[in-house]
């Protein structure tokens, strides 16, 4: 999470060949160096190859603290330069509150489809969220023509808070499974759920018992959005 463009670089790579030393090797925008369109809050990357190269799904915020989705650029080097898209993959529109963020990337094993899912929320349902998903291009810096957007969640319990971020979808065994992170992240009632269905688009049955939950009795609070 980078803050000033001009004081932090965003989102550090590092690389590890035993998953316990771990060494920087560059970030993916520098000093100075943030896509025009963003100039705080910088948080949420993942990195994912994608049609021969590599990109990093990203959430920033604009002046107006907007929140937008952002794709960068990068090669078959995951380490190598990164571009900017040049604006918003998912743009903060006038019908939503605090805007996109949560982004995460899909490939579909039964279609080969790609498909971003995020979190969103709608001025018909202040305070309230949405998990949205829509179909990318081959190249997946843009949406394929002629697809739509489809709300795949909502929040509709009690104990969420009005909150599902975090999603993050999974295929096995010709089911999809949509995890989630729910409620207010800094109370003891953050979770993590699981939903599931057997069409990519839905219906997803939410599981009534969380996959993860925060331990009430510790004072630390767990983050599980991403």
């Known amino acids: 999470h980078s803050t000033n463009p001009i004081l932090q670089p965003a989102f ?22 943030w896509p025009s ?3 705080k809050n910088m948080w949420a990357p993942e990195i994912h190859y994608v049609g021969g190269r590599y ?3 990203f959430s920033g915020s604009a002046p107006n603290g907007r929140h937008s989705i952002g794709v960068a650029i990068g090669t078959s080097d995951p380490f190598g330069q990164y571009e900017d898209l040049g ?8 019908d939503s509150v605090l805007g996109p963020i949560d982004q995460s990337y899909f490939l579909d094993p039964p279609t080969g489809k790609h498909y971003l899912v995020w979190k969103t929320d709608h001025i018909l349902r202040p305070g309230g969220s949405d998990v949205v998903m829509q179909e990318l291009d081959e190249e997946g810096v843009s949406f394929a023509e002629g697809s739509e957007r489809h709300v795949i969640m909502q929040d509709d319990q009690p104990e969420e808070q009005r909150v599902v971020e ?3 979808l999974m295929f096995r065994d010709n089911t999809y ?7 207010l992240y800094f109370t003891s009632n953050y979770h993590m759920g699981v939903a599931k269905s057997s069409h990519i688009l839905g219906p997803y049955t939410k ?3 969380p996959v993860v939950e925060t331990d009430s009795d510790e004072e630390d609070y767990l983050d599980i959005r991403n």
């Open 12 to 33: 550090p790579l590092y690389y590890s060949e035993d998953l316990v030393t771990w060494q920087l090797r560059g970030h993916v925008f520098p000093y100075s160096g």
């Open 37 to 39: 369109w963003a100039v």
């Open 55 to 57: 990109l990093v799904y």
């Open 87 to 94: 604006a918003p993959l998912v743009y903060h529109n006038e």
């Open 166 to 168: 975090g999603p993050w």
């Open 177 to 183: 499974y949509l995890f989630y992170s729910s409620s």
């Open 207 to 209: 599981r009534n018992t």
